[in-house]
Structure formats: C-alpha cells, structure tokens
C-alpha cells in the first residue's frame, strides 16, 4: 500500500517562497502520476497542480500559474511543491496525491493514495 507523508509547511509572510515535501513509501513514485491539492478552512479541497508518471506534462490551477512549481526526484521517492510569491489566500492544508495512471489529472476523485497534510500559513 503506497503510503505518502508531506512535510516543510509553515507560517511565512507575503511574498515568501516555500517548497513542501511529499515523501512515498511502500512503492516507486516513478510509477504514479501525482497531484497536489489543498483546502482552505470552511473552502472545499482545490487542485493546485499535476504532473504525470514521466514528468512529461504538468498542469497548474490559473491562480497558480507562474507561481507554483510541482516536480519529483525518483531516487528520494519524494514529490515537491515550490511556491512562489505567496499570498495570504494560499493559506490552506496542502496534500500530495498519487495515482497508477500514467496520465496527470487536475480532479481529485481519480486519486487513490492521499497524504495527511501540511500547514502553510501565509501572514500579511
């Protein structure tokens, strides 16, 4: 069973860079597709961004574009999320998701591995 971890969340100030972490155990992340999401309080979960099993495409919300980077090391098992220029609506729980499909997917429904979250705070 594919189990995934985030970590490096954290209260920062506006304008700040932040890169979050998705450690995988129990299987090869080379193997799956992955998604970050988040989820604002009294919000319902959003896509933040995709990447497929290659790493040959992404795909970002509009909000995120130019700001948020999603990227993978094979041989740390670990998904990324560098975010940039953040802005106080960034504040949410982020989450790491993995499917076996090669192909990414901006909903979360299609996702069958989910991590348990990490806080980012963004101050104004």
């Known amino acids: 069973q594919l189990q995934l971890v985030e970590s490096g969340g954290r209260v920062v100030q506006a304008g700040d860079s932040l890169r979050v972490s998705c450690v995988v155990s129990g299987g090869s992340v080379s193997n799956y597709a992955t998604g970050w999401f988040r989820q604002a309080p009294g919000k319902e979960r959003e896509f933040v961004a995709s990447m497929s099993r290659y790493m040959d495409t992404t795909e970002y919300a509009e909000s995120m574009k130019g700001r948020f980077t999603i990227n993978k090391d094979n041989a740390k098992n670990t998904v990324y999320l560098q975010m940039n220029s953040l802005k106080p609506e960034d504040t949410a729980v982020y989450y790491c998701?993995?499917?076996?499909?090669?192909?990414?997917?901006?909903?979360?429904?299609?996702?069958?591995?989910w991590g348990q979250g990490t806080q980012v705070t963004v101050s104004s």
């Open positions: 998701a993995a499917r076996s499909s090669p192909l990414e997917s901006r909903y979360g429904f299609q996702y069958k591995f």
